[in-house]
Each structure stands twice: as C-alpha cells, then as structure tokens.
C-alpha cells in the first residue's frame, strides 16, 4: 500500500482527522503522521520513511499478534500493552492492515 492509499483509508474512517503532533520534540528529523478520532490518536507513521505504522490494539493481542505475524512488533515510544507497530511489505495484507487499523479507530472511538 502506497502513502497516499494509507492516508485516504486513515481519513476515510468517519470523524477521523489528522494532525503532525510530534514536530517540536524531533526538531526536524521526524515528520511523524498521526489520525485520530474525538481527540484521540489511533494510527500515526513516519512519512519520510513510510516502512511501518504504530497502531492501537487490545490488552493481550500484541502478544497473539506477534506469534502469527513476523511484521508486528514493539511500537515506537508507546505502550506495547496498548499499541503496535506493523511493518510494511512483510506478511500482512494491505486488508488485514485495513482491519487492524479499523480496529485501532474503533478502541479510540470508544474512550
């Protein structure tokens, strides 16, 4: 999946927004990409790099996600408890990917 396919489906989520929060603490070296829904974050990705994206799950499924998939690991600078980081081109579908972010929009719709 290409950047821009990524974004529209992010912002094709109903009430999803997006918004650049981390550019004071990089000073530059980061352009980091982040959605949200009623104020609260559920996906955000470097857009230089555009190799991987940081993702919301459930308690426990980080674990079970990682058993199955080799691309799900530790998310950046977040709580593995509560987040994930999915690389790109590995062995999740761009519609398992689909449905992992959706899920991910769906825990922060609910808070």
Request: charged share 30%; aromatic share 16%; proline share 5%.
């Amino acid at each position: 999946m290409d950047i821009e396919t990524f974004r529209e489906y992010c912002l094709s989520l109903p009430g999803s927004s997006e918004k650049m929060p981390f550019e004071k603490f990089f000073h530059g070296k980061h352009s980091f990409l982040a959605f949200y829904v009623n104020g609260r974050m559920f996906c955000y990705f470097d857009i230089d790099q555009f190799d991987q994206c940081n993702i919301r799950c459930s308690p426990g499924q980080a674990d079970e996600l990682k058993a199955v998939y080799r691309a799900v690991g530790r998310p950046y600078n977040l709580s593995p408890e509560h987040w994930i980081s999915i690389r790109f081109n590995e062995d999740v579908s761009d519609d398992e990917l689909k449905q992992f972010i959706r899920h991910s929009y769906e825990l922060a719709l609910k808070k």
